[in-house]
């Protein structure tokens, strides 16, 4: 075992954890679920049986990750952030086939408190503020805030708010690292280099 599993976290048996993880305090990972290597789980951490988290994942106290969240490398979870799996749930009602898939892509930042509504894919270096509530896809390099979250910005990949417009044909550097971007047709990019 190369990884650290703090004595009052429980992994179940079967799930399989990346070498220089580390588990804190009164966490739980599932049996099926799937973890990268250097990835760091706060207190309070639930992970489901059908979830797939990459390399370098920091997930922050009280947060669950619930069957069919996909979270790709360098993803940071804020405290208390949430996710849900099923779009209109019913305690009655058995809807475990009707839970919708949530990809979370390279490098995006899911605020404090922010959710995710099920069926959403977050785009690369996204950035999600604090207690948006996210109910679309949301495209790559996208800074979202509110209730519903709408895009106010663009992001660098360092975490920097690039000075460009929503829309249209534009050049940008971040201004911490001077990573060039362009924005062509309301996407933007990183200049190949």
Partial sequence: MNYIVHETAIVDEGALIGDGTRIWHWSHVSGGARIGRNCSFGQNVYVGNRVIIGDQ????????????????????????????NVYNPRSAI?????????????GATLGANCTIVCGVTIGRYAFIGAGAVVNRDVPDYALMVGVPAKQVGWMSEY??????????????????TGTRYVLNSGQLNREQQ
């Fill in 57 to 84: 994942v920091k997930i922050q106290n009280n947060v669950s990750i619930y069957d069919n969240v996909t979270l790709e490398d360098d993803v940071f979870c804020g405290p208390s952030m949430v996710f849900t």
């Fill in 159 to 176: 975490g920097e708010r690039l000075n460009i417009p929503l829309e249209g044909d534009a050049e940008v550097s971040c201004p911490h």
């Fill in 94 to 106: 058995n809807r475990k086939q009707e839970y919708r898939d949530t990809l979370v892509k390279r």
